[in-house]
C-alpha cells in the first residue's frame, strides 16, 4: 500500500504533540492507526494519491489526529472513559458498556474531515472527474 513519504516526520511529531501518559501499552498501534486513518481520509477527500499530498496540509493532517484522539479517548483508560456507556436502566440500576470491538467498529465508521477541517482541505481538493 502507498504511503506518504512524510509520514514518518508525521508521527514523530504527534507522538510529540500527543506524549503516552498515562502509560498506554496500545500507544504506538493507536498513533499509526489515527495517523494512517487521516492520511488516507485526507487523500480522499481532496482526490489525490497519498505521495501527491502538499506539505502545506501537515499541520492540518496533525491537528486532525488529535482531535480523533481527544473526541474518541483512544488513549484515555477504560474505566476514566465517559462514552462508552451503551445503555442504562434505572430499575434495580443496571450500566451497559461497549464492548471492544464495538467501539473500534465505530471508530472505523468515523469521518475525521469535520467541519473544522474542510476549509483548509478544500484549498487542495481537486475535482473528480
Same mark, same amino acid.
Given at each position: 500500500?502507498?504511503?506518504?513519504?512524510?509520514?514518518? $516526520?508525521?508521527?514523530?511529531? /504527534?507522538?510529540?504533540?500527543?506524549?503516552?501518559?498515562?502509560?498506554?501499552?496500545?500507544?504506538?498501534?493507536?498513533?499509526?492507526? $489515527? @495517523?494512517?486513518?487521516?492520511?488516507?481520509?485526507?487523500?480522499?477527500?481532496?482526490?489525490?494519491?497519498?505521495?501527491?499530498?502538499?506539505?502545506? @496540509?501537515?499541520?492540518?493532517?496533525?491537528?486532525?489526529?488529535?482531535?480523533?484522539?481527544?473526541?474518541?479517548?483512544?488513549?484515555?483508560?477504560?474505566?476514566?472513559?465517559?462514552?462508552?456507556?451503551?445503555?442504562?436502566?434505572?430499575?434495580?440500576?443496571?450500566?451497559? =458498556?461497549?464492548?471492544?470491538?464495538?467501539?473500534?467498529?465505530? /471508530?472505523?465508521?468515523?469521518?475525521?474531515?469535520?467541519?473544522? =477541517?474542510?476549509?483548509?482541505?478544500?484549498? =487542495?481538493?481537486? $475535482?473528480?472527474?
Amino acid at each position: 500500500m502507498e504511503q506518504l513519504p512524510r509520514r514518518p $516526520v508525521l508521527l514523530a511529531k /504527534l507522538k510529540a504533540l500527543r506524549v503516552n501518559e498515562p502509560e498506554n501499552a496500545a500507544y504506538d498501534v493507536i498513533m499509526d492507526y $489515527v @495517523l494512517d486513518k487521516t492520511i488516507a481520509d485526507v487523500a480522499n477527500y481532496c482526490h489525490l494519491a497519498m505521495a501527491e499530498l502538499p506539505e502545506e @496540509l501537515d499541520n492540518t493532517m496533525i491537528a486532525m489526529c488529535l482531535q480523533l484522539i481527544s473526541t474518541h479517548q483512544l488513549l484515555t483508560p477504560l474505566d476514566e472513559r465517559s462514552g462508552d456507556v451503551d445503555s442504562i436502566s434505572e430499575g434495580d440500576t443496571s450500566v451497559k =458498556f461497549k464492548s471492544a470491538s464495538q467501539a473500534y467498529l465505530e /471508530l472505523q465508521e468515523v469521518n475525521t474531515i469535520s467541519d473544522n =477541517f474542510v476549509l483548509a482541505l478544500n484549498a =487542495f481538493r481537486k $475535482v473528480k472527474r
